[in-house]
């Protein structure tokens, strides 16, 4: 849902909060914009169900013209064997195939839940205007002749817009939609040519015809759907709603988009993450082409093109990218349904050696990786194969192996601990029954702990095998190509959802100025201005502690030889000008400058050739910096892009003059930390370089690391940036020190009238919310909100917790918290629940005392809460701290209620709660005490 469709726009007013906590006395004013994090919520699942889920569906636009769209809909919602009622529609016929119409909504029997319209673009407006006043929330607007379209359509779009707003709870699907089908309910409010199966697959689509075309291929393949629904222009609901809507649908157990544009960036981020953590996602971008060639300055801007910001954002988000359209459905399934490989480790069975190397073609193309067989592998496959088999990894078992030397082979290879997954490949072959192979493979995946992948190549018996292999849950293809395809996307899945669950590891970051009162100070600076000068740009990197080459300022050549001296030779001369931003290549560079004289002629040739080729740009003397080329020091580029959708955009790679030549750069968004960081680090065809390669050492990787998550925190405090590029940034093994440095500015950009963060795709760890109270007996402590680094003090602060206290919070016992479950607390969404904590040094040791929790529902008007305090600090006001400050974040974020449960035995929260003005309620059968207490 759009921002102010639940409050209306504006509503969100500056909230102070003065919180004085009942229990310890202490005193803390909040003053900030109201909403979540300091912004109101744009998540929403309200009303969803009325237009997937309807009783009552009337269709408005039913004309007489044989092929009107109203007519072909009307024949969808009736012939998909609907259980609801449908209400037909129509100013001017009386009947439609001898199903009576109705002349408006005021005449229907009674309110339906959903509205599928399909009269004239320019009847629209008006239209949506009488299902609003009618009390109809659900709407489905199939007409086209809008955004798509031309200036007017856009105009009719804008007034949609404008007549939803008064309707505060209203949701809308288009318009310019193909329509919406829920099989399992036999919902068809669509225009689609072909019908769809119920399964258990979600299908979201933007594009009309496409959407079309893949409903025809899925019923010819007998592919089906738990939902089809085509967003159109998207008006209100787009992807994040649906994802978010498809999370709570027990029938969903995969959603393919089919991706052109993502309005929403950070409802988009958050639900998709979201979803991801349990239940796969599988997209195809199209346009990967189209906006690359949008005017960039920097290095960073023409690299970071759409479609490679595109794959940073489904791997941030935990998506599977595929970039074959006809492999969608089929990676979907695999996803859904098979174990995720500890790795790219792959062993390759076949009876054909020319199919297995292709197949370790496209692995090794792909970055997979060709399983070693152990030791052991090889001395028990010697016995039961040929003497002239392989003896290696692809495992050629010989034209003639039949059933049983298949299975020996399985067998053994499964055993083997270094491989992660088993590719078989099945040529056709004279005397061979493939039937009978495909059998042992089936079996073999059925006792197997690693995902089994099978090409089946022939015709139409191999055909038959495929379809037989495929229904017996075995990912079966024609090609080995297409085998790797799958078995990658299973990778890459897994890749995703590890980087999702792993902890980072806490770097001592600290900062050595106060970054708001900096920033106050830059902002100003930066207004109407089109960008940073090198000296302002390194100033800024040096007060995030990033370290630079400093440089001096030359008007004329004397000074220039005087600064020289100072600096110590040899030297770097550089044209300082804000208008050239790549200065190398107008010959406005000098390097190594060894003395007095080069600098002078270094100097005045650069004006010398200034004049020569007249160019228009402003001068403003030189920069001169000292000569830094070590032995063992490594180029990179760390540079930010403004993405129009997604916002700032973080690259590392490798840099200098040719860094858009060497094409190894990794992306992704902030806010970054060590593990993301890292991540991209390792992503680059360059890391093994990074790490020290034949002879030549290591570059300090902490460091390197370290100077990307401060970057990002720069990038984050400053939405004026739309490119920043430090290149060269040389890296060494004592670390890392930026060279260069340049930056353009949106000058333009109104700081005071925006939400902090709001260019951010995802939502950063709230600062602002950290406070520093004492307990009422004087201990100092830290109140703030937890983070995945925190995960090693969580994991203590639940083993000094008694059983009880255990069973109090979680409702269970347990002996030890898993890693699986430390990092469903600890690493959270900012944008839809908050977990605070209560830390405090004990003999000079940082330990959690109590954290407390707030999540909210998904139309953000109720948050539950929870809360652990371990045995030691009980009795001594962490919970009356934890309490007091989550009830004024819920109410700061927007939130109506707040609800919790605990065990009617914890006497010590129940009278805490009580004394908080909650409500109770005790389920004696359940033995759980009901908590509520309104905000509003």
Sequence with gaps: MTPGRHRQAGAAATVAVKWTSLDSGTTIHLKGSGGQADGQRVVSIRNLEK?????????????????????????????????????PVSFSVESVSGVPTYPDLASLPKIPD?????????????????????????????????READAQGRRLEEEIAEVARRFEHMRIVGPNSLGIIVPDIGLNASQAVAAAKPGHLAFISQSHSLSNAILDWASDTGVGFSLFASLGNNLDIGYGDLIDYL????????????????????????????????????????????????????????????????????????????SELDDIFDVAEILASQRLPEGSRLAIIGNAGGPAIIAADALLSRRGKLAVLSEESMAQLNRVLPECWSHGNPVDLLDA?????????LDIVQQDPGIDAILVICASQPGIDSRTVAEVVVQAAEHSRKPLFAAWMGGARARKDIHYLTHAGVPAHATPEQAIRAFMHLVSYAHHLEILYETPRELPIRFTVHRKKLAKRFHACMQQRGSLTENEAKHLLKAYDIPVCDTCIAHSADEAVAAAAQIGYPVVLKLRSPEILHKIDIGGVALDLKDAQAVREAYEAMLLRLRADKLAARVDGVTLQRMMCPKDGLEMILGASKDPTFGPVIMVGLGGVATEVYCDHALGLP???????????????????????????????????????????LIADYPEIREFDINPL??????????????????????????????LAIRPYPEQFIRRPRLRDGTQVTLRPIRPEDEPLWQELIASSSSESIRFRFRSIFKQATHQMAVK?????????????????????????????????????????????????????VGALLLDYCLVLAARWGISE???????????????????????????????????????
Excluded at 65 to 73: E, I, M, S, T
Excluded at 401 to 409: I, N, S, T, V
Excluded at 672 to 700: I, T
């Design 671 to 713: 806010p970054l930390n060590e593990r993301l960081a890292r991540n991209m680090v390792e992503s680059l065809r360059c890391w093994p370089v990074l790490q020290g390669y034949r002879g030549r050492p290591a570059v300090n990787i902490d460091h390197l690391i370290e100077v990307m998550i401060r970057f990002s925190c």
């Design 247 to 322: 999370g709570t649908d027990p029938n969903t157990k995969a959603i393919i988009l089919y991706v052109q544009s993502i309005r929403h960036a950070r409802r988009f981020m958050s639900a998709a993450r979201s979803f991801a953590c349990s239940k796969p996602i599988v997209a195809y971008k199209s346009g990967r082409f189209e906006g690359s060639a949008r005017a960039a300055l920097s290095h960073t801007g023409a690299i970071a093109g759409e479609d490679a910001v595109y794959s940073a954002v489904f791997e941030r988000a935990g998506v599977v990218r595929v």
């Design 898 to 936: 707040v609800v919790a449960e605990t065990d009617p035995e914890n006497m010590r929260m129940l009278s805490l709660f009580h004394k908080r003005g909650f409500n109770s309620v005790i389920r004696r059968e359940d033995e759980v005490v009901f908590l509520r207490k309104s905000l509003v």
């Design 825 to 877: 607390y600890c690493t959270i969404d900012y944008e839809r629940e908050l977990a605070m904590v209560v830390e405090t040094r004990v003999d000079n040791v940082r330990r959690l005392i109590g954290v407390g929790q707030l999540i909210t529902d998904l139309n953000h008007e109720t948050a539950e809460y929870a809360v652990l305090v371990p045995d030691p600090w009980q009795g001594k006001g």
């Design 730 to 759: 040389l890296a060494t093994p004592d670390g890392v020190i930026a060279l260069d440095a340049a930056a353009v500015l949106d000058g333009a950009t109104d700081q005071v009238s925006r939400e902090p963060y709001e260019h």
């Design 401 to 409: 192996a039949g059933p049983e030397r298949f299975a020996a082979a």
């Design 51 to 87: 237009i997937f889920k309807p009783r009552r569906v009337v269709l408005i636009g039913i004309d007489k013209a044989p092929a009107d769209l109203g007519r072909r809909v009307l024949s969808n919602l009736l012939g998909a064997g609907f259980r609801g009622i449908v209400y």
């Design 114 to 146: 959903l509205a599928v319209i399909c009269t004239p673009a320019r009847d629209v407006p008006r239209v949506v205007q009488e299902c609003g006043e009618a009390g109809i929330m659900g709407v489905v607007i199939l007409s086209s002749g809008f």
